[in-house]
């Protein structure tokens, strides 16, 4: 699924209006049904009273349906009609629309004192959305603040009122607890930045024109900006299993992880590589971690290193089909060159994670070595490690695509909704995952996860699409079992199969 700039958002309404030769009222009127729809699912009970607040602008538009959508439905609704400036078209007609439906508008007009809402209500935020200009200010900017000191339950229309939807936020923005957002999603969804003010986001959608077909409308440059990964098209990209595979047909994988008292990092890394199909497993540990892997998982093979508690020295590696670096490995100087050295010798695409991360950021003549299209899994304090500071989100994904194109590298940047940018200069994003996985471990699995789906021949674009979705919905499907609270990283490693069985319905 396409995530497109407000212009680009304006390009395809227009695309959508000819295509389906429809009125621009009418495509208004489709996005608030579904808005409505999803709406009653969350508010299913018609006595608690809505509250709209609706701008001049094609936002409030939106609203102004919804409010008759809502009385149809025997809600109790009103609307307050901010007079921000002039009414679009689309706007004005539903604001007649509304007259005789039995549905009290209070007009409010700079100066205005502020206006009751009951506190049980549930207000709907559609003062703005993809057409704000500039940032808000005077008595709307406080009308804002009012909103957001109410202790209502707030839901925006397509992107809380004040936010920007392609860049850093700026002034004053709604609070909301819910967000709705219509037709497509918009790059600010994925803002770490912008968690508090959308609160739970959903994706509204209704029939739009394709997005691919819009190139020439939008003047040039990609007709998208980056792409959400969706179950469907991912499900599509799960290789078959015929009856006559083996473990050879699934890959050799091989995993440097753990050192003296983080041998945990190679065990949860090493049961992901398998869990996740790979074929076969060998690891390289240190001497100490010998017993540990051997006992808590049998079924990998182990290379034991000369040192006690670090690798320091790791053998032949024209074996493998896939290679996993980094997880619980230390910074030691000799392991320093064992990383050195495996970067200059293997040439297939690898894993590179954590302490493997950490050396090279140390170690930036490192970074010429990774082989091309190699996967890299910071998350965003080793990716500031490695390509430096940067000031907001946005400019951090410039940033990831920037550095994904120079080196050929596959990037994989690990937040709530995980970024991949391709050495193609394309930006994906993730949305499995939940904030019970922010516990030890679950990077380790995500190594292991990639390192398998590399090992079994996947492309590392696939690679890293279908891993990182994967293990988040593993996350999710643990979560729902077990409770955000309790997950632990082996968790989400046993419920990769059922992630799997999901992925492929
Ligand atoms: N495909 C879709 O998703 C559709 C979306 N629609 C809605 O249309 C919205 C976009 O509508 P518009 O382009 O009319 O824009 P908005 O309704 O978001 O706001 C534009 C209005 O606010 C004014 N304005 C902008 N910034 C301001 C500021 N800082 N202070 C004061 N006034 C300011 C503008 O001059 C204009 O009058 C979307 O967010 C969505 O809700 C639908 O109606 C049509 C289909
Ligand atoms: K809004």
Redesign the pocket.
């Known amino acids: 699924m396409r995530i497109l700039t407000?212009a680009q958002?304006?390009a395809?309404?227009q695309a959508?209006i000819r295509a389906e030769k429809i009125t621009?009222g009418e495509?208004?009127e489709?996005?608030?049904k579904a808005f409505t729809k999803a709406f009653t699912r969350h508010f299913p009970d018609p006595e608690r009273p809505v509250v709209v607040v609706c701008?001049?602008?094609?936002?409030?538009?939106?609203?102004l349906?919804v409010a008759r959508r809502l009385k149809s439905r025997n809600y109790k609704v009103s609307v307050i009609q901010a007079n921000?400036?002039?009414?679009?078209a689309?706007?004005q007609d539903n604001f007649k629309r509304l007259k005789g439906q039995g549905i009290e508008v209070r007009q409010l007009t700079q100066g205005d004192p502020w206006p009751a809402i009951a506190p049980e209500a549930v207000v709907v935020d559609?003062?703005?959305?993809?057409?704000?200009?500039?940032?808000?200010?005077?008595y709307?900017?406080e009308l804002i603040d009012y909103l957001n000191a109410l202790p209502n339950f707030r839901v925006a229309?397509?992107?809380p009122?004040?936010l920007s939807?392609d860049g850093p936020q700026e002034?004053p923005c709604v609070h909301a607890d819910l967000t709705l957002c219509?037709?497509?999603p918009k790059l600010a969804l994925f803002a770490p930045a912008n968690t508090q003010l959308l609160g739970n986001w959903e994706l509204v959608t209704?029939p739009?024109a394709d997005p691919d077909r819009l190139h020439p409308e939008v003047g040039g440059g990609p007709a998208y900006q980056a792409t959400l990964n969706d179950a469907s098209e991912l499900g599509g990209l799960l290789k078959k299993r015929y009856a006559n595979d083996h473990k050879g047909t699934f890959g050799h994988a091989f995993l440097v992880a753990g050192a003296f008292g983080t041998m945990g990092a190679a065990v949860i890394a090493g049961r992901a590589v398998l869990r996740a199909g790979a074929g076969l497993l060998t690891c390289h540990i240190p001497r100490s971690g010998y017993e540990i892997m051997q006992i808590s998982f049998p079924e990998a093979m182990c290379k034991v290193d000369t040192h006690r508690y670090h690798s320091t020295e790791i053998g032949d590696l024209g074996a493998y089909d896939s290679i996993g670096i980094g997880p619980g490995i230390g910074q030691e100087a000799l392991t320093v060159e064992a990383v050195r050295s495996v970067l200059s010798r293997y040439e297939r695409p690898m894993v590179i994670d954590a302490d493997a991360i950490n050396i090279i950021a140390a170690h930036p003549e490192l970074l010429k070595l990774i082989p091309k299209n190699s996967l890299l899994t910071p998350h965003p304090k080793e990716f500031a490690r490695l390509f430096g500071e940067t000031e907001h989100d946005f400019a951090r994904w410039q940033v990831q695509r920037e550095v994904a194109k120079r080196n050929g590298l596959v990037i994989v940047l690990k937040t709530g909704f995980t970024s991949i940018a391709t050495p193609g200069g394309e930006l994906y994003f993730n949305p499995t995952g939940n904030p019970g996985m922010g516990t030890a471990g679950t990077g380790d699995a995500l190594t292991g996860v990639l390192t398998g789906l590399l090992a079994q021949g996947y492309d590392p674009v696939t690679a890293a699409r279908l891993g990182v979705y994967l293990h988040g919905l593993a996350g999710d499907l643990a979560a729902e079992e077990l409770s955000q609270e309790f997950l632990l990283a082996e968790d989400v490693v046993s419920h990769l199969g059922q992630a799997y069985r999901k992925l492929r319905e």
Do not use: E, Y
């Not at 701008?55 to 609203?63: A, K, L, Q």
């Not at 921000?84 to 679009?88: E, L, P, V």
């Not at 559609?126 to 005077?138: D, I, S």
């Open positions: 407000a958002l304006r395809l309404d959508t621009s495509l208004m489709r996005a608030a701008g001049t602008g094609n936002n409030g538009g939106d609203g349906v921000i400036g002039t009414r679009s689309d706007n559609a003062l703005f959305g993809t057409g704000l200009g500039r940032p808000v200010a005077g709307w900017a229309v397509d992107l009122s004040g939807s002034g219509l037709g497509l209704f739009l």
